[in-house]
């Protein structure tokens, strides 16, 4: 594989753990290079943070030599040809080149080889096959550079190949488009990705979540996600899809992007979000999170000032409650402000609790539960104003008038 250039060195590549890892790699006479996302972020002038190398050996050669230097490797992928280095804190994920020997659109099974142009030319998109040296000296075989700067997202060779080997590929299409890309897409890319929608169905639930969430962590994901949608690609995994038009005013209130509100942005009204949850594997938390942003109750009351503003802070909690209030994008009413108050006010607790309706004679049951129930109606009711004092005379009242 021919150089097609230099980077300037960027100080990632200058750290002493990289030095260290390469040294180590050099004395055992393997050949690394930095491959991928790291080198493609490089480029653009973007962020890098994980490093991925390429190396010309087998797995157990790479441990032997970071194993003779003292290096730290941990065997994350042998079957795959990686080991992941630890040097100096860093981590470093080191995979053997590899050609694919069998594919069933899910998983492949790889032999490995020396030959670079053997190992990029089994890559998904140009600008994912982009090599580079520890000085600097760039490869690209497939003039992933250029399609970088026209914002072009496009396959290495037959894109339905490409699909064939690997359907997750046709969601990362349009995720990478989402990144990286420039309208109009690829023609061939999008063409293909519609053609192989349909056997998205054999994918997993995880790989899918993950990487419909990374699109929506984009800065501005609304066109590739309608794309995505108009290929079919959403059909099995998220039938509740309701179109972008949400997802784009959103996008326009919030301050920093949240993937999983976004998410809540592009679902149809009374979207089942436990079903959805089990369907792409979301964790718990997840799950319930999507089900308050969903649920019609408790309306917010946004027009009804810092009173109501503080009454639906106490009931959501603050992070939902802002969940809510963006992603209400008709409601009537200073959103800004009841957003800048969910996230500098604390919802005190209520001052009186069961122990003391115990203290005032009533016994254990459910009528405990139903005095304190309307207490903090009240106390809420009085915007929470109300110090123990009042709350206690308050609570005496209401247990004699039971």
């Known amino acids: 594989m021919k150089p097609s250039g230099r980077l300037d060195p960027p100080a990632w590549m ?3 753990a990289v030095g260290a890892l390469f040294a180590s790699l050099g004395r055992a006479g393997i050949a690394a290079r930095f491959v991928g996302g790291c080198v493609r972020n490089t480029v653009l002038g973007r962020e890098v943070d994980d490093i991925d190398v390429a190396v010309d050996k087998p797995p157990d050669a790479v441990m032997h030599a970071l194993a003779a230097s003292r290096l730290k490797c941990v065997p994350t992928g042998l079957k795959h040809g990686t080991v992941t280095a630890i040097v100096e804190g860093g981590r470093f994920e080191l995979t053997t ?29 140009t600008f994912n096959a982009l090599y580079a040296d520890l000085d600097g000296t760039l490869y690209d075989p497939f003039n992933g550079r250029s399609d970088l700067a026209a914002g072009r997202v496009r396959f290495i060779g037959d894109a339905d190949t490409r699909i064939t080997e690997d359907r997750l590929r046709v969601l990362r299409f349009f995720r990478f488009h989402a990144w990286y ?34 699109l929506l962590e984009a800065l501005a994901p609304a066109d590739a996600l309608a794309a995505m949608a108009e290929s079919g690609a959403l059909d099995h995994w998220l039938p509740e899809y309701a179109g972008v038009a949400r997802l784009r005013a959103l996008i326009g209130r ?40 969903l649920a019609a109750k408790p309306a917010l009351d946004v027009a009804g000032g810092a009173k109501a503003w503080r009454a ?14 963006l992603l209400e994008i008709d409601a009537p009413g200073d959103w800004q402000a009841a957003l800048a108050l969910a ?35 009240w106390w809420i009711d009085g915007d929470f104003s109300a110090d123990r004092t009042a709350c206690l005379a308050h609570l005496e009242h209401l247990v004699r008038a039971r």
Not at 187 to 202: E, H, I, M, Q, V
Not at 345 to 373: K, M, N
């Open 14 to 16: 200058g750290a002493a």
């Open 254 to 293: 919030e301050d920093k992007p949240d993937p999983l509100r976004r998410l809540a942005s592009v679902l149809a009204a009374g979207t089942d979000a436990t079903a959805l949850g089990k369907r792409l594997k979301l964790s718990t938390q997840q799950a319930l999170r999507l089900d308050v942003m």
């Open 97 to 125: 080149l590899r050609r694919d020997v069998e594919t069933d659109g899910r998983r492949a099974t790889v032999a490995f080889t020396d030959d670079w142009l053997e190992d990029a030319s089994r890559r998904d998109f």
């Open 343 to 377: 996230r500098s006010w604390t919802p005190p607790e209520l001052p009186v609790s069961g122990g003391d309706v115990l203290a005032l004679g009533l016994a254990p049951g459910p009528r405990v539960g139903a005095v304190i129930a309307a207490i903090e109606r």
């Open 181 to 214: 890309g420039r309208p109009p897409l690829d023609g061939p890319g999008f063409d293909a990705c519609r053609r192989n929608a349909g056997a998205l169905g054999s994918l997993s639930g995880e790989r899918v979540a993950k990487e419909l969430l990374r």
């Open 312 to 325: 639906g802070i106490h009931h959501l909690g603050n992070t939902l409650y802002a969940d809510r209030l």
